[in-house]
């Protein structure tokens, strides 16, 4: 009988030890392709470091010693109160095709892969980044959503938080102020420390700098969209679900101040006649990222993302009008839900908004509409977006994809053919 339970621990360490050295192998090969892209500014390094630390090395978030980590599902949980209560958000959202394949046998068929990512790393319990998250916040976003937060509170300390299918009625800002009190109490729990008017205060003087740096990375690709790769840019915004804020806050400062410079003397990242794309929908993920990397491998400049991973997650600060705790509470919950552009709420009317005003800041001439395998939500709205942008006369085509390579020749020649379509004619493809 020992023997027997020494071989099955043997197995267990076995599949483990596979599980490690694929998903590293994965993300070093993303990394590879996103280093190897031309024009990558220095001060790109340390983002890159960041995903390099989780992915490669298998180690924790990038944070001050002794601050407890809290693992996060969607942009709708403010960072600002984790901060607040004494620790460190870390945004969870899996985009490993390692752990979508162990979490595929968990999880249904039809359930997106980013969910079964998720269900994988859980499942597998080797990643230290998952692994020291004290606390889980699962936002009901989606049916996936909920199915997810059940399976993690077998598991872990979850709490799952109530988002209002509507945003425009003062009764659904209620319900998320509560749901924000309810989980500052779980908060409380992990880490002692008590909600306080300068808490919050603190933590939103924090954020605020970093949304500061943010809004001028933003400022400068309006001004000068062709100053970056878009690959570049969108592993420095992944970065960010792994980095503390001060850190992630200097290194940003870092590379505006590098893109500024090259831009005023001139350099480019891609070239002027380069036509160039928006990408929204589903979230990109790493080491998912084969789709921006063949945007710009196939000759397209990636200028504008419209995705939850992308600026749409740090660039709506708090407008803070009671200088009191309830205030600053009441702040948080609408500035989480209220300019939010996912399409999980009833009127969605914003996210069209945004998307044609990136049009104009960013000069886009194309755009591709991501869509994960089983993401319904994004699927729902496609129609809106071709409609729309069909009265514009600015083509746009349908991208679904899953988290595995097999599908990538296919992506290759669709994306190539709908980059010729820009130079030499518009319309839209599905």
Request: with cysteine; glycine share 6%.
């Given at each position: 009988m020992n023997d027997y339970i020494s071989r099955q621990g043997s197995a267990e360490d076995r599949r483990k030890a596979r599980f490690l050295n694929k998903s590293s192998?994965?993300?070093?090969?993303?990394?590879?392709?996103?280093?190897d892209l031309p024009h990558k500014p220095d001060a790109l390094k340390p983002f890159t470091d960041v995903l390099k630390h989780v992915f490669v090395d298998m180690q924790g978030a990038v944070k001050p010693q002794g601050v407890p980590s809290v693992g996060t599902y969607c942009v709708m949980i403010p960072p600002e109160l984790i901060y607040a209560m004494g620790a460190m958000p870390v945004k969870?959202?899996?985009?490993?095709?390692?752990a979508f394949n162990v979490g595929d046998d968990i999880a249904p068929r039809d359930a997106c892969p980013l969910v079964k990512a998720i269900m994988g790393f859980?499942?597998?319990?080797?990643?230290?980044?998952?692994?020291?998250?004290?606390?889980?916040?699962?936002?009901?976003?989606?049916?996936?959503?909920?199915?997810?937060?059940?399976?993690?509170?077998?598991?872990?300390?979850?709490?799952?938080?109530?988002?209002?299918?509507?945003r425009d009625r003062d009764e659904d800002m209620e319900q998320y102020v509560r749901e924000l009190y309810l989980f500052s109490q779980k908060l409380t729990e992990v880490t002692d420390v008590e909600l306080s008017y300068e808490r919050l205060s603190w933590a939103c003087g924090m954020t605020a700098a970093a949304q500061y740096e943010l809004s001028r990375f933003i400022e400068l690709r309006r001004k000068y969209p062709l100053a970056i790769k878009g690959t570049h840019y969108m592993a420095a915004m992944n970065a960010i679900s792994?980095?503390?804020?001060?850190?992630?806050?200097?290194?940003?400062?870092?590379?505006?101040?590098e893109i500024e410079a090259k831009a005023k003397r001139g350099e480019m990242a891609s070239?002027?006649?380069?036509?160039?794309?928006?990408i929204t929908g589903?979230?990109?993920?790493?080491?998912?990222?084969?789709?921006?990397?063949?945007?710009?491998?196939?000759?397209?400049?990636?200028?504008?993302?419209?995705?939850c991973m992308?600026?749409?997650?740090?660039?709506?600060?708090?407008?803070?009008?009671?200088?009191s705790t309830d205030g600053i509470m009441r702040a948080l919950a609408n500035k989480s839900t209220r300019p939010c552009t996912c399409p999980t709420f009833v009127d969605n009317k914003r996210r069209v908004y945004r998307i044609m005003q990136m049009l104009k800041d960013y000069r886009v001439q194309g755009v591709i509409y991501h869509v994960l395998r089983g993401c319904l939500v994004y699927d729902y709205e496609y129609q809106v977006m071709e409609e729309e942008l069909g009265k514009l006369g600015i083509p746009i085509i349908r991208i679904e994809s899953d988290y595995n390579e097999e599908d990538v020749e296919q992506l290759r020649i669709r994306i190539e053919a709908f980059i010729e379509l820009i130079k030499y004619g518009k319309g839209s493809s599905k």
């Amino acid at each position: 009988m020992n023997d027997y339970i020494s071989r099955q621990g043997s197995a267990e360490d076995r599949r483990k030890a596979r599980f490690l050295n694929k998903s590293s192998t994965t993300a070093i090969k993303y990394l590879r392709k996103i280093e190897d892209l031309p024009h990558k500014p220095d001060a790109l390094k340390p983002f890159t470091d960041v995903l390099k630390h989780v992915f490669v090395d298998m180690q924790g978030a990038v944070k001050p010693q002794g601050v407890p980590s809290v693992g996060t599902y969607c942009v709708m949980i403010p960072p600002e109160l984790i901060y607040a209560m004494g620790a460190m958000p870390v945004k969870l959202c899996g985009g490993s095709y390692t752990a979508f394949n162990v979490g595929d046998d968990i999880a249904p068929r039809d359930a997106c892969p980013l969910v079964k990512a998720i269900m994988g790393f859980e499942s597998i319990g080797v990643m230290p980044v998952y692994q020291e998250c004290q606390l889980m916040a699962v936002p009901i976003t989606c049916d996936c959503k909920k199915k997810l937060a059940g399976y993690l509170a077998e598991r872990r300390n979850t709490i799952a938080l109530h988002v209002p299918s509507g945003r425009d009625r003062d009764e659904d800002m209620e319900q998320y102020v509560r749901e924000l009190y309810l989980f500052s109490q779980k908060l409380t729990e992990v880490t002692d420390v008590e909600l306080s008017y300068e808490r919050l205060s603190w933590a939103c003087g924090m954020t605020a700098a970093a949304q500061y740096e943010l809004s001028r990375f933003i400022e400068l690709r309006r001004k000068y969209p062709l100053a970056i790769k878009g690959t570049h840019y969108m592993a420095a915004m992944n970065a960010i679900s792994y980095t503390h804020i001060s850190l992630w806050t200097r290194y940003m400062h870092n590379l505006c101040d590098e893109i500024e410079a090259k831009a005023k003397r001139g350099e480019m990242a891609s070239k002027e006649n380069r036509p160039r794309i928006l990408i929204t929908g589903s979230p990109i993920v790493f080491p998912n990222f084969k789709i921006p990397l063949l945007i710009e491998e196939m000759g397209g400049a990636l200028v504008a993302d419209e995705t939850c991973m992308g600026e749409r997650g740090a660039y709506d600060p708090p407008a803070i009008v009671d200088q009191s705790t309830d205030g600053i509470m009441r702040a948080l919950a609408n500035k989480s839900t209220r300019p939010c552009t996912c399409p999980t709420f009833v009127d969605n009317k914003r996210r069209v908004y945004r998307i044609m005003q990136m049009l104009k800041d960013y000069r886009v001439q194309g755009v591709i509409y991501h869509v994960l395998r089983g993401c319904l939500v994004y699927d729902y709205e496609y129609q809106v977006m071709e409609e729309e942008l069909g009265k514009l006369g600015i083509p746009i085509i349908r991208i679904e994809s899953d988290y595995n390579e097999e599908d990538v020749e296919q992506l290759r020649i669709r994306i190539e053919a709908f980059i010729e379509l820009i130079k030499y004619g518009k319309g839209s493809s599905k």
